[in-house]
């Protein structure tokens, strides 16, 4: 079953389509699927529109620190996918944000990670006035 989306977000996908049918230039895809396009700019001294049409679900942490700095004009062309500047070999894989999900975290004694938490060690003193 497919997720029931609203009309304006449907119009807006549509016009999203619309425009990068129209205008888009394709500069390239990242390792998550995500298309990356670019408008030329008509005017000069004006920075050319950049966008990115995500692969599933929109997570904008999915772009790729080389994307991003594209995306934000701090580069002028994307850097290449293997780029040691950005990939370390002690970095983890990517996870997608989880906040408000069933897999976000849970501390303990939070209601849906049982309600139960250690109790305390005995070195806290509530104040008191006095």
Do not use: C
Not at 10 to 25: K, S, Y
Not at 55 to 63: I, M, T
Not at 114 to 121: I, N, P, S
Request: hydrophobic content about 30%; cysteine-free.
């Amino acid at each position: 079953m497919s997720e029931k989306i609203s009309l304006i977000t449907w119009m807006a996908n549509i016009h999203i389509r619309f425009v990068t049918w129209r205008r888009g230039n394709k500069v390239g895809t990242d390792r998550f699927g995500n298309t990356y396009y670019r408008a030329p700019s008509a005017i000069a001294g004006v920075k050319e529109r950049r966008w990115v049409i995500y692969a599933g679900e929109p997570d904008a942490s999915k772009v790729p620190p080389e994307w991003h700095s594209w995306l934000h004009h701090t580069t002028k062309e994307p850097l290449p996918e293997g780029n040691s500047a950005f990939h370390k070999p002690w970095q983890k894989e990517h996870l997608p944000n989880l906040s408000g999900s069933l897999q976000a975290y849970r501390p303990p004694g939070h209601q849906y990670a049982g309600g139960q938490r250690v109790r305390a060690t005995g070195d806290y003193e509530p104040w008191t006035p006095g």
